[in-house]
C-alpha cells in the first residue's frame, strides 16, 4: 500500500520506507505525482499543460517516477497505470490524504451537528498544514485555496446547523 500525504510537504510511504523531495527523481516526477494523487487521472497533454513540459518529458518523468516509487517492478505492475492514453494511480493500491478529508468533510456534512464533530476534527487534523506547500506553481497555490475552502465552508455550514 502506499500512503500519499499531500497536506504538508508531499511524502510517499510504503513498505517501512518514507519517499520525499528530491527521492522522486526530481521536480517534475514529484509533482506529477501530486497531481494525479489530486486530480486523479490524467492525460500525458494535461499534465504537459500544467508543468509547462513536452509530452516526451512527461513520459520520460512517468519512467523515472515508476522506478523511484517501486524499483524493478515493470510497467505493467506499477502503481502509476496508463490506461486508455491516460495516468492515474491505481486505487487498490494508494491511499491519499487529501482524498480521506474529503470522504470526511463529506461525512460530517450528511451527519447532525452533534454527531459531525468528529469528522470534522479528524478532517482538521489532516489538514494542520497547507496542502502541498512547498510548491510554488499555480496549479498548487489553486488546490490550497480550494482545500482551504472546503474546510471553512464546512466548519460553516456545522455551525449555521447548531445555531
Known amino acids: ?14 513498505r517501512g520506507v518514507v519517499l520525499t ?12 505525482l501530486a497531481l494525479l494523487a489530486l ?23 512517468m519512467s523515472l517516477l515508476r522506478d523511484r516509487l517501486e524499483p524493478g517492478a515493470t510497467p505493467g505492475d506499477s502503481v502509476v497505470r496508463r490506461r486508455a492514453g491516460r495516468w492515474s494511480l491505481d486505487p487498490e493500491q494508494v491511499r491519499v490524504d487529501a482524498a480521506r ?3 470526511l468533510v463529506a461525512a460530517a456534512a450528511a451527519r447532525p ?3 459531525a464533530v468528529k469528522p470534522l476534527t479528524a478532517a ?19 488546490a490550497r485555496a480550494e482545500y482551504r475552502a472546503k474546510f471553512t465552508t464546512a466548519r460553516l455550514d456545522d455551525v449555521t446547523r447548531v445555531n
Do not use: C, N
Not at 497533454?45 to 512527461?58: F, P, R
Open 113 to 115: 451537528a452533534d454527531r
Open 1 to 14: 500500500m502506499f500512503d500519499i500525504q499531500l497536506f504538508g510537504r508531499l511524502e510517499v510511504r510504503t
Open 39 to 61: 486530480r486523479g487521472a490524467m492525460s500525458t497533454s494535461e499534465l504537459a499543460g500544467l508543468l509547462g513540459e513536452k509530452k516526451k518529458t512527461v513520459e520520460s518523468d
Open 124 to 142: 482538521a487534523y489532516l489538514a494542520s498544514r497547507p496542502l502541498l506547500e512547498d510548491e510554488d506553481e499555480p496549479w498548487a497555490a489553486a
Open 101 to 103: 478529508f474529503d470522504e
Open 21 to 32: 523531495g528530491t527521492d522522486f527523481g526530481g521536480d517534475h516526477p514529484r509533482r506529477i
